[in-house]
């Protein structure tokens, strides 16, 4: 699961680091990820995992790191 | 005298966001229609759709406007929905932010008043400013 987060956060988070190296609890937003970007990058989670992000979990923590994002993910295809 | 050193009832709140234009066109490539419904109302979906060479800044701009509204309304916790901020258009072609929902609601909740925004383009970057007044919170509680 991992390895497909960061290949999204590759595509569509625009970092100023590289993705597939970047610490499981960097912050994104301070490696370079804007509010857009982060929007493109919800919207790529949605299509690649199959769920959609509820209105409570479209915050910033859920999208501040790998870590992060893969809680919510592995939250989301639990249900 | 003692008038002149009243203080303000009304407080400025300002808040400014800019975005790539770039970015907008990399989403509606790759995301399309999803991307639109997610962010935009029909309103401002039809409005820059009229010309398919500007859509990707006015879209750039209207992101930039919605963001800039988050930073005056502080909303705590969750984002707020993206479609309860709209930018619309007067007879005049003049920008105001719209606020709808639990939007127009934290607003109300903040004593925020008035809202103006002001947008630029350049290249590929779109900006956009957006002033609110806030009314001192030791009035709204009298």
């Not at chain 1, 970092?15 to 590289?18: A, G, N, R």
């Not at chain 1, 610490?23 to 912050?27: F, Y």
């Given at each position: 699961m991992n390895e497909k987060i960061r290949t999204i956060l590759k595509e569509h988070g625009r970092?100023?680091?590289?993705a597939n190296t970047i610490?499981?609890?960097?912050?994104l937003y301070q490696a370079g990820m804007t509010s857009h970007s982060s929007v493109n990058v919800m919207l790529a989670l949605e299509g690649g995992f199959d769920v959609e992000f509820p209105d409570r979990m479209l915050k910033r923590a859920v999208f501040e790191s790998v870590a992060a994002i893969r809680a919510a993910i592995e939250e989301l295809t639990a249900a | 005298m003692a008038e002149a050193l009243q203080r303000p009832r009304w407080l400025p709140a300002v808040g400014i966001d800019l975005v790539q234009v770039c970015d907008v066109q990399q989403a509606l490539s790759q995301h399309g229609d999803v991307y639109l419904k997610r962010l935009y109302t029909s309103d401002e979906i039809e409005y820059s759709r009229r010309s398919a060479s500007e859509m990707p800044r006015r879209l750039a701009a209207r992101f930039a406007a919605k963001e800039a509204t988050l930073k005056v309304l502080r909303p705590t916790g969750h984002w707020l929905d993206w479609r309860l901020i709209e930018v619309t258009r007067t007879e005049h072609g003049h920008c105001e932010i719209e606020l709808h929902g639990a939007a127009a609601a934290l607003a109300d909740e903040q004593g925020i008043g008035a809202l103006s925004v002001s947008f630029s383009h350049e290249n590929d970057l779109a900006v956009a400013v957006v002033m609110g007044l806030r009314h001192r919170s030791e009035d709204r509680k009298s």
């Open positions: 970092l100023t680091v590289d610490d499981d609890n960097a912050d | -």
